[in-house]
């Protein structure tokens, strides 16, 4: 069988990682200043917590790119983090990052499950805009 892990990968605990926008925080008013402003989405909060006790959870967004402006001089990488303290959520998660993380699953609102080229590409034919 083949080995699809990265070596020093195989022993690590599975990761999750989750999208912010749309996902778990509503988003509501679209990207304005980068502030988090919404509220989570139903389920988000308590989904969370259940797969925090079985994976390490990352939350990727754009939100914590490091070149983004500063919000009242915070990061965005700060303002999610406050955003998940706020809801208790912050003890859960393992990291906050802008990059895709190594992981065993990705949430995300914008994702597209890739089985093969000709699907994908009827996929984005027939439904991108």
């Given amino acids: 069988m083949a080995n699809f892990y990265p070596p020093g990968f195989e022993t690590k605990r ?6 912010f926008d749309g996902v778990i925080h509503d988003a509501y008013e679209g990207w304005g200043d980068g502030t988090c402003y919404g ?3 139903p389920g988000s909060v308590d989904s969370i917590i259940a797969l925090s ?3 390490d ?9 490091p070149d983004r402006p500063l919000v009242n001089g ?6 999610v983090k406050e955003w998940l303290l706020k809801f208790n959520i912050l003890e859960c998660v393992n990291d906050v990052t802008s990059e895709k993380p190594r992981a065993e699953l990705y949430i995300d609102d914008n994702g597209y499950r ?7 590409m009827d996929f984005i034919t027939n439904s991108v805009k």
């Fill in 14 to 19: 599975k990761t999750v990682a989750i999208d």
């Fill in 39 to 41: 509220n989570p989405i």
């Fill in 53 to 55: 006790k079985i994976y």
């Fill in 57 to 65: 959870i990352v939350i990727f967004t754009a939100k914590a790119k």
């Fill in 74 to 79: 915070k990061t965005g990488k700060d303002l």
């Fill in 114 to 120: 890739f089985y093969n080229w000709d699907e994908t």
